[in-house]
């Protein structure tokens, strides 16, 4: 194995794609055999110590890249490099990874096993990997660094017998015993009652902190990624459409699909409201060109003709262009706007406001 | 006349460990063409408050108070008169609605279905004509009447259910978490919707939610309830933004604004769960949880005392006030 290099990422994805075989579309015409692009050419990359929020809405493909990242859903094009290493493909180069990169399901009630203890909860990982040591002792410290102190208290109790909070607590328990250097969080607090998920992203900040994990959380929550992550990649029909540090992502976007996403979240009225009309579309049929043209404000309100880059919309697949400063966005408009010009003080200007608000 | 007025409702039910409180003690009122926000989390009694107002709720249910609906007391209706109520003065859309439709109907048909239930004068055919016409006043094509609950998306399946709520005019609509199983941009369509029919249609609204921020885009006045009480009162964007019970700052912590940097890697949670109805706190049933409780918080249980001008809140940490005047 060749040493890791410290400045590389812990975890690359390179032009990964997943595909489905459906025999049906998910809209209608039954009968015709088709293909879901479900992650379609996705380069991803994150470092020790870095949450990453990967965001979008359902169907997007987030789900189906988590999967591929932890090994469990193969991929037919593409790397996935930990370490600078490709994941293997045999049975034991993926039991292997799989110790490596964790995954914390979303909803701790349906996760855990009612009739099993939290101590047999958190071994159970443990012996399924054959992991060398004394058993009690990494159950103890894996709930330890999840938060349950003192760590015998929790032993011998049972799922009910702990609140909500804290049975999320032993699931992250159960994925920290194997001393993981990835954790990929699916909708980490999306299944806990408001006032209780604070305390679970403080404790995926202090694992961060504490033990260097990488962490990528899949989530629709953009609110919550202001709260935690350090960078943002929104996804959109299973591709990335846009990726940057938060700070700049969520308070300066320049995607469109990013601006719309943010301009309904409830409460964050730095712009005005672009809904979008239709859900996510089908990945068994992307749509030329710019996947997102059909429902891009930019087209539908003339700007995109007015920059000249309409054609291209139509009929070119925008690649993720840096645009300096660490970021990148999928749209032909990054290449002709000036990106100061979509600071938050002008944007009232933006003669997209008039017709995005009927679409 | 408020189109729906709660008087001191309490609710229980029945089980092993004898009966669990979930509501208890909530004067509420909804005026006419106002949009009430009732936020809480799971347990706190919301649902039931929903449920009891068309009197929905399971047989063992005990309920005292009253449920005023256009000044008719809901719990002492005979059965013809709240058959004919339900639909026509109030109706509910429920938590994932779109789940409850038949599979093997047309969403058309069961529209129309609501309709003939509730009014017998009328045909089959005006029936249908209705169903189409409520189909297209939720913003889908009239055609998609013909389609089965399968042919059609979460966002449609529940723009259908709101259909079905207004079928019979009702004054009051009663929508308990109608977006919670939704993507955000769904989400921000069906919010858009309600908001246009409200104010198109003059529908006053019982807005149910565990999400604070959503009730900031919807609703008028925003109550906020715990282990079965209201524990705070008052404007919809003066609760989110300025929140006197510690509950409530809490509650809306979890839904913080984008770009409010006392936020930026700091989340804000509390520890422990909502009490469950068996098992309410001593004194105010928040202190367990609660960040600034004094020893006194577990002995005396706070009333709901007005604290400024149109606000009221429940905590022995805030002076309360006479006459709309800031002590």
Redesign the interface.
Known sequence: MSQPDVSAPLLELRGVRVSFATSRSLMGSPGASTVAQAVDGVNLSVSRGEILALAGESGCGKTTLARAIMGLQPAQEGQILLDGVPMGKTSRALRRHRRRVQLIFQDPSAALDPRQTIYESVAEGLRVQKTPGVERDLVAKALSRAGLRPPERFFTKYPHEVSGGQRQRVLIAGALALEPDVLVADEPVSALDASVRGEILQLLLKLRDELGLAIIIVTHDLGLAWMVANRVAVMYLGRIVENAPAEDLLTSPHHPYTKALLSVVPENHHQEQMILSGETPDPTSIPSGCRFHPRCPLVASGQARRLGIEDRCTSEDPQLTESGSDRAAACFAELVEVPSAQSPSTTTQDPTRATLEDS | MSILELKDLRISYASSEGRLPAVRGVDLHVDRGEVLGLAG??GCGKSTIAASVLRLLPKDAEIDGEVLLDGEDVLTMGWTRLRAVRWSKASIIFQGAMHGLNPVKRVGDQIAQAILIHDESASKESAARQARELIEQVKLPARRARAYPH?L???QKQRIMIAMALACGPELVIADEPTTAL???????I??LLKGLQSELGLATLFIT?????L??VADRIAVMYAGKIVEEGPAKQV?DKPKHP?TR??G????????WS????????????PHPNDIPSGCAFHP?CPVATAECADHEPRLESVGPARSASCLLLEPVQNGQMA
Do not use: C, K, N, W
């Open positions: 989390e799971s042919e998306s979460g966002g993507d955000v941009m769904v989400q921000a369509q919010l858009d565990h999400d604070l921020s959503v900031t885009e989110f509950y809490a509650l912590s979890a839904f913080p604004e984008i770009g409010d936020y930026r890697m700091s989340p804000v949670g509390l520890a422990g769960d909502p949880r």
